[in-house]
């Protein structure tokens, strides 16, 4: 059984998502960070970023604005990809 994480969305602690729950950069910081609950909620309401935008997903270009979205709605700290230098 997996520690407890304390999700960084809702505050609650909570197991962690079983599975990598997407592929990509962000997968360890989701995975160590956000209750499935919380997970569960970007993915059912996922679609309404998508659409305002006209958003493709088959395009890598529009993937980056769903991430930002993505970052935002979770409470994901930091950039993409970004080092920390302290």
Do not use: Y
Not at 16 to 41: K, Y
Not at 45 to 69: Q, V, Y
Request: net charge negative; aromatic share 4%.
């Amino acid at each position: 059984m997996a520690s407890l994480i304390v999700c960084v969305r809702c505050g609650r602690s909570a197991q962690p998502l079983p599975e990598p729950p997407t592929g990509g950069p962000l997968v360890r910081q989701i995975q160590s960070s956000v209750c499935p609950d919380c997970w569960g909620e970007w993915r059912e309401g996922s679609g309404r970023g998508i659409a305002p935008f006209g958003l493709n997903m088959g395009d890598p270009d529009h993937r980056a604005p769903l991430r930002e979205l993505m970052k935002e709605f979770l409470n994901l700290p930091g950039q993409e990809g970004a080092q920390a230098s302290q």
